[in-house]
């Protein structure tokens, strides 16, 4: 079965500093895709980056970066420059595969991140 | 991407009765999500709302006690039947765009006393 693991409940990280939130992943499927979000006190689900599991180069958007290391099955995510408004929750989110299953997103315990001034 | 009204934003209900969530999307889309939190928890899949056929429920999730609709292809309810306090939870809709297009409501918080 397929499965998200993020062991990091909490992190710190000190205002524009960088920062990693850990996500591995286990699945017997070669083709998936990872995503992570960013959720607020306020409950929205924030849509931050995807990597496609053939995709070649990691993926990138502005600050975040995601670190794919498919021989590992991990995807960390990766914070540059932290602010303030970046303290909220994180979810590692798996696309499953399968005719049956498409579509359906797995998800992470989350990881809270508190960013300091 | 899909822009998604989802209401009611919050409700305080009390227990043994239902409450209706609507989600409407701004564009047609095939596949509908309903998700739900518990507090302090991470998303758990209630339910995939296809137009035109049940919904799939998926382990744990009855239709008895979640009852969706999918009229057409921008709008669909979860309802949360008989409620108790065990119920209270973020519920949040989605929907798939594209290759990496998952758009989510902006969630229902739901308190039962």
């Known amino acids: 079965a397929q499965k998200i693991t993020q062991t990091q409940p909490g992190m710190f990280v000190q205002e524009k500093e960088a920062v990693t939130l850990d996500c591995t992943y286990d699945t017997s499927d070669p083709s998936y895709g990872l995503f992570w979000y960013k959720q607020p006190s306020s409950g929205e689900m924030i849509f931050l980056i995807y990597q496609g599991s053939y995709d070649q180069q990691n993926a990138t958007e502005g600050r975040y970066s995601l670190n794919f290391q498919k021989a590992r099955k991990s995807a960390n995510l990766v914070i540059s420059a932290s602010q303030l408004g970046d303290s909220a929750m994180y979810f590692c989110a798996m696309r499953m595969p399968g005719s049956t299953s498409y579509g359906k997103l797995t998800f992470g315990q989350g990881t809270i991140l508190t960013v300091h001034p | 991407s899909a822009v998604i009204s989802q209401k009611p934003s919050r409700d305080i209900c009390q227990r043994g009765t239902s409450l209706t969530i609507q989600c409407q999307v701004d564009s047609q889309v095939t596949m509908m999500f309903w998700y739900r939190q518990q507090p302090g928890q991470s998303l758990t899949l209630i339910a995939t709302?296809?137009?035109?056929?049940?919904?799939?429920?998926e382990s744990g999730f009855v239709i008895d006690k979640f009852p969706i609709s999918r009229p057409n292809l921008t709008f669909s309810t979860l309802t949360v039947s008989n409620m108790s306090p065990e119920d209270s939870s973020i519920y949040l809709c989605?929907?798939?765009?594209?290759?990496?297009?998952?758009?989510f409501g902006s969630g229902t918080r739901l308190t039962v006393v």
């Open positions: 709302a296809n137009q035109g056929s049940e919904a799939t429920y």
């Open positions: 989605s929907v798939l765009r594209g290759r990496d297009g998952y758009t």
